[in-house]
């Protein structure tokens, strides 16, 4: 503070300052995000990523330090929306069967608001994780999986559904849906739209639901 400045302008400016902080921060975690659903992590540079923000280098540097620390941010980012997203499915006071329904619509809408994790789970998948923030996105979606292992098993339990295993369910359902949704990421022939894919999860969905429930002992 200059020796004119009254303590309410300072702190008027300190804020401006913060907003601004945060709006280039948000900026840069937007523009890496989306970077990542097109590229493998190691393909991505600190140039690209402050050329889609529309911010200088420097900027990533300072509010990130490395490449590796901005990664880390976005993907603590996603991991967050991911975890809030289907744990309040999980926890949704409605039937077994409609949490279970309900979880499964969660991560599809997840897949395709946030195509960077479906990107992540690819790499990982045919690579292996060779980072920290790699081996927690693997980390933390392993849990999220058995906890809709665990939605399954109540829904079969209650008679809500037919009897399955749960654990082979769920894997199943885990690749379906990261499968179909990897097809809005295809640039040939084959790519889907994001409506396409939600339109075909949903008819499938339905198919299955009626298998699932149709063999299910009465409750």
């Known amino acids: ?6 303590p309410e302008a300072a702190r008027a400016a300190a804020a401006r300052g913060s907003r601004r902080r945060e709006r280039t921060r948000a900026l840069l975690l937007d523009a890496a995000e989306l970077l990542l659903s097109q590229r493998a992590p190691e393909e991505i540079r600190i140039e690209d990523v402050a050329a889609q923000a529309g911010i200088s280098p420097a900027s990533v ?3 990130f330090g490395t490449k590796d620390g901005l990664l880390a941010a976005v993907t603590e980012r996603v991991l967050a929306v991911a975890t809030e997203a289907l744990r309040s499915a999980y ?3 409605v039937s077994p069967l409609e949490r279970f329904a309900g979880v ?3 991560y599809l809408r997840l897949l395709l608001d946030h195509p960077a994790v479906l990107r992540y789970l690819i790499v990982t998948g045919e690579r292996g994780p060779r980072t920290e923030v790699e081996g927690e996105v693997v980390a933390r979606f392993s ?3 058995g906890e809709f292992e665990q939605s399954i098993r109540d829904a079969v339990e209650t008679g809500a559904i037919r009897q399955v295993d749960p654990e082979l369910t769920s894997y199943f359902l885990f690749g379906a849906w990261n499968g179909v949704a990897a097809l809005a990421l295809r640039r040939d022939a ?3 739209s994001p409506e396409r894919v939600e339109s075909a999860v949903i008819e499938a969905g339905l198919v299955l639901l009626e ?3 149709g063999n299910s002992p009465p409750v």
Do not use: F, K, P
């Open 1 to 6: 503070m200059t020796s004119d400045e009254t």
């Open 61 to 63: 540097y300072v509010h």
């Open 91 to 93: 926890a949704a006071q």
């Open 104 to 106: 499964g619509a969660a």
């Open 143 to 145: 849990q999220l999986r």
């Open 190 to 192: 084959l790519v889907l």
């Open 211 to 213: 298998g699932l429930i």
